[in-house]
């Protein structure tokens, strides 16, 4: 199910501590999130949270350690099912001015609904009284 986030000016503060590119990464981790008991867990990966934001693996790294250095993200150990590796994560703690709720159901589409290109055959066409005015200016006044 999507969630939206709600930031308001609290979230200031935290932006300015961890910077810019930590934060997206946080907003991108949040959206990404579920609930697994009390922890809210996002399951992506220092390269995928990487191609989600359009940096590289190595600036989505710094941004995740400056997030765990803030306290913010805990990375979370990989499962082990059956003998495998399951998928690793990060467990969240968002700060104060950023919360993560379900959509109600009176939210309006994040994108507004495109109009109809007008369809250029039933425009009228285009009237002469301009273009004689223009002649008409050009000849010579008495």
């Known amino acids: 199910m999507p969630v939206l986030l709600h930031i308001d000016a609290r979230a200031f503060e935290v932006v300015a501590r961890v910077g810019p590119t930590a934060w997206l990464v946080l907003e991108h981790l949040a959206l990404c999130s579920q609930v697994d ?9 220092a390269r995928s949270v990487a191609a989600a934001v359009s940096v590289s693996k ?13 306290g ?32 109600r159901n009176d939210t309006p589409p994040a994108v507004p609904p495109r109009r109809p290109a007008p369809d250029r055959r039933t425009r009228p066409s285009p009237t002469t009284d301009q273009l004689t005015l223009l002649v008409d200016a050009q000849e010579p006044q008495p």
């Open 58 to 70: 190595d600036t989505a790294a710094g941004a995740l350690r400056r997030l765990g250095d803030a």
């Open 37 to 45: 008991g009390d922890d809210l867990v996002s399951r992506e990966t």
């Open 72 to 103: 913010l993200v805990r990375r979370r150990a990989q499962d082990r099912t059956e003998g495998r590796f399951g998928a690793a994560g990060y467990v969240l703690k968002l700060p104060a001015g950023l919360a993560r709720t379900p959509p």
